[in-house]
């Protein structure tokens, strides 16, 4: 089967944050999750380079928003291999194959007859790209998310005819409740449809930073459009004189935050509708990572309310792995939650160099000291068997509706269970013991296949060191047919293994 997810597609006005690279870590935890499945996986992420946030932005430095876009968007693409993100194509909206096809949907959409000419008129955040309904405006005519006043427009426009898809729109909500998830964002996606949906500026005459409208070039694409289409046109040129898109349209997964929400439950399917293209599978909207100021308000983390934790910069202290742990295991995936270093050094060192990692090499050692580094080859222990029957369809089950955190708790449940396996069981004991060897062959074979199995299932989580550690265990198939428990053989032959997650 196919499987398709993508991230939205990062504004250029900014250097990338860790709010930017939580997202596509997701949507990275999900496509290692289906490869492993055996599934035909596409993993897009890109940057959103036109439309007034890049063009103001650049003024603002003195700089041409071109010149912008290319600094800010190669600082985009650099993050990706730090965070160890396997995506299959990197998009720039700037590229001319991606304005040459916005131009083809665009015109189709025009030529169906949901396109006219009128005047918009109302209030506008530039840095949202957003026109502002009457209920999204904050006091003194301001934005509720950047926080500055917004601008009130009049100017000639294109519209797109939003109004026709309340009714289409509804039925789709009603029939597929799983378009949005989760559930309460799509009920507030719903109460922003039945509230009444009004036309949509579909160009902008004010500007030039953009795709020119081709049936009429004095205006651009507003930008949203332009961006949303980044998923449909990636697809017929992210491969070399290959169209991917029979293959792997519509999208399985697209990961949004949920400060783009209406763009992507309410404009994105009814402009899909329109050009007459399927609509996506899921919409997962997850929350914000907070930050706490001095005074304990919690805030999300922003580039313009300047409280943003640098990603290059923790990954240098705790590593890659470390930090796509931490963001999905601290905040419920889906919810909103604060981050902070405190917090990751206290995961860190609890659950990583606690549990997993002192877990891992001391099975290894043990192995190593007690059967010169080859596995017993014998049965697992009953006792466990029942504690990791299942998990592999659990972990499935909830990674197919995105439950990221959920899917990790599950894992770690065991990682926990095994903890106190070896307590329990207590292997410096029996080794004393010369009657107890076939109960200690038992209890280090069941050891090394409990740590191998919650690694399997690990992988997409902390691809480096999962790797690292299977290939210890001699047993490196990433398959998730074979993360069963006792589905690997014993008789493996491991290695020692210095600290996967060394303390500072
Ligand atoms: N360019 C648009 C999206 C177009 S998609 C067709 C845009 N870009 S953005 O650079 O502002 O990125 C927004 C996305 O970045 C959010 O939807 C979310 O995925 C991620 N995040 C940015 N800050 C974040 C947090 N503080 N917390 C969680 N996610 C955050 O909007």
């Given at each position: 089967m196919s499987f398709y997810v993508t991230t939205p597609i990062y504004y250029v006005n900014a250097e990338p944050h860790l709010g930017h690279a939580y997202t596509t870590i997701a949507a990275d935890v999900l496509a290692r999750h289906m490869r492993q499945r055996g599934e035909d996986v596409f993993f897009l992420t890109g940057t959103d380079e036109h439309g007034e946030p890049v063009a103001l932005a650049a003024e603002r430095e003195g700089v041409t928003p071109r010149e912008l876009a290319d600094r800010n968007a190669a600082r985009f693409q650099a993050l990706l291999p730090q965070i160890d993100a396997s995506n299959d194509y990197f998009i720039r909206t700037s590229d001319p194959r991606h304005e040459a096809r916005v131009q083809e949907v665009m015109q189709r959409v025009h030529d169906n007859g949901h396109v006219y000419k009128g005047i918009y008129e109302g209030w506008y955040c530039p840095r949202c790209a957003d026109f502002k309904t009457e209920t999204e405006i904050a006091e003194g005519?301001?934005?509720?998310?950047?926080?500055i006043p917004l601008d009130r427009e009049r100017e000639e426009n294109w519209f797109f005819?939003?109004?026709?898809?309340q009714r289409p729109l509804e039925r789709i909500y009603a029939e597929r409740?799983?378009?949005?998830?989760?559930r309460q964002r799509s009920n507030e996606a719903l109460s922003f449809i039945r509230s009444g949906l009004q036309d949509l500026s579909?160009?902008?005459?004010?500007?030039?930073?953009g795709v020119p409208?081709?049936?009429?070039?004095s205006h651009v694409f507003y930008v949203w459009f332009d961006a949303l289409l980044n998923y449909v046109t990636a697809l017929s040129f992210?491969?070399?004189?290959?169209?991917l898109s029979a293959r792997f349209?519509?999208?399985t997964f697209q990961l949004i935050g949920k400060d783009i929400l209406k763009f992507h439950a309410v404009y994105w399917p009814a402009l899909l509708l329109a050009a007459g293209l399927e609509l996506p599978r899921h919409v997962f909207v997850h929350g914000y990572l907070l930050m706490k100021d001095s005074s304990g308000e919690k805030d999300k983390m922003s580039k313009s309310l300047g409280n943003v934790i640098d990603p290059f910069e923790v990954m240098e202290r705790f590593g890659t792995d470390a930090l796509r742990f931490y963001c999905l295991r601290e905040v419920p995936f889906g919810q909103d939650g604060v981050v902070s270093t405190v917090g990751f050094e206290s995961r860190y060192e609890s659950?990583?160099?606690?549990?997993y990692g002192n877990l891992a090499s001391r099975s290894l050692a043990m192995v190593a000291r007690y059967r010169d580094g080859v596995v017993p080859d014998v049965e697992v222990d009953a006792a466990l068997v029942a504690d990791f029957e299942g998990l592999g369809d659990e972990v499935c089950a909830l990674l197919d509706r995105a439950e990221l955190t959920g899917a990790l708790d599950a894992i770690w449940q065991r990682v926990r269970r095994l903890n106190r396996y070896v307590e329990e069981q207590a292997p410096w004991q029996l080794a004393?013991?010369?009657?107890a060897a076939q109960r200690l062959d038992v209890v280090l074979r069941s050891l090394v296949e409990g740590v191998r199995a919650v690694t399997v299932l690990l992988h997409p989580y902390m691809p480096a060191t999962t790797e690292k550690l299977l290939a210890a265990l001699g047993r490196p198939e990433l398959a998730?047919?074979?993360?069963?428990?006792?589905?690997a053989p014993g008789g493996a032959q491991v290695e020692a293994l210095e600290q996967l997650f060394p303390k500072s």
């Open positions: 005519n301001t934005c509720p998310i950047h926080k005819h939003l109004s026709r898809f409740p799983g378009f949005v998830l989760p579909l160009s902008r005459s004010k500007l030039t930073w409208v081709p049936w009429d070039p992210a491969r070399e004189g290959e169209d349209w519509p999208p659950e990583l160099a606690n549990d004393k013991d010369p009657a998730l047919a074979g993360a069963a428990f006792g589905a």
